[in-house]
């Protein structure tokens, strides 16, 4: 990360290590906090909360990272810091009702679909700038940025530089891209954030 930075002239300490523990155990998560991380991402709700429950305090932030469903959310508010997943109108009502009743919500990013996949989630290019205005106004101070996973099988470059200039027209500042098969890439193509997890967890265990 640090390579890519210099390479790319910008400070260390403007991209984000999210270390993706996600199918990893307890024991994982304690180890990588014990070499300094301190921000993890985490796909399922469910998982997150049984894993980091009793080890939760305010220097370990948890971000979620993979789909939310409505149902939920009252959950994935209590234990997440950031929710990078908005992608929808119905999870947005579901957050606006979230925060009327409790008085606030985690940080959120915009999950764009960079590639049309029409397996992925997130909002499409085309529905894009639309969904962000919609969400600027409905969340005001809290939608921090952008998120998106390009197609697996191309070069990620062209999909990171759309991500930023979708952000850049909104004067949106985070961009969280890059995994652990491309995040100098994305560093290199401006991400705040990098989601890395097996590079530094080793493979996944196929069952948690
Ligand atoms: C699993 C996952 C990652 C981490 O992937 P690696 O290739 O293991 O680094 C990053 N982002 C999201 C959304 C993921 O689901």
Redesign the pocket.
């Known amino acids: 990360m640090d390579a890519a930075c210099k390479r790319s002239g910008r400070s260390p300490d403007s991209v984000q290590l999210i270390c ?1 523990s ?1 199918f990893h155990p307890q024991e994982a998560v304690i180890e990588a906090i014990k070499s300094g991380a301190h921000i993890f ?1 985490e ?1 399922r709700v469910q998982e997150a909360c049984g894993k980091f429950a009793d080890i939760k305090d305010q220097a370990l932030k948890l971000h979620l ?2 789909p939310l469903q409505t149902n939920k959310v009252k959950q994935a508010c209590g234990m997440f810091d950031m929710i990078q997943t908005l992608d929808r109108p119905s999870l947005s009502d579901a957050l606006l009702k979230q925060l009327e009743q409790v008085g606030h919500i985690p940080d959120l990013l915009v999950q764009v679909n960079i590639g049309n996949e029409p397996q992925k989630a997130g909002v499409l290019v085309k529905d894009a700038d639309n969904f962000i205005e919609q969400s600027l106004k409905q969340f005001p101070g809290k939608i921090k940025g952008l998120m998106a ?1 390009p197609p697996h099988d191309e070069t990620p470059d062209p999909y990171f530089e759309k991500l930023a200039q979708i952000a850049s027209r909104h004067g949106l500042t985070e961009l969280s891209m890059g ?3 491309d995040f100098e890439k994305a560093i290199e193509a401006g991400s705040t954030m990098v ?5 530094l967890f080793g493979p ?1 265990p196929t069952s948690f």
Not at 195 to 199: D, K, T
């Open positions: 993706v996600k991402g796909n990272i993979g996973i995994m652990s098969a989601r890395v997890g097996s590079a996944r």
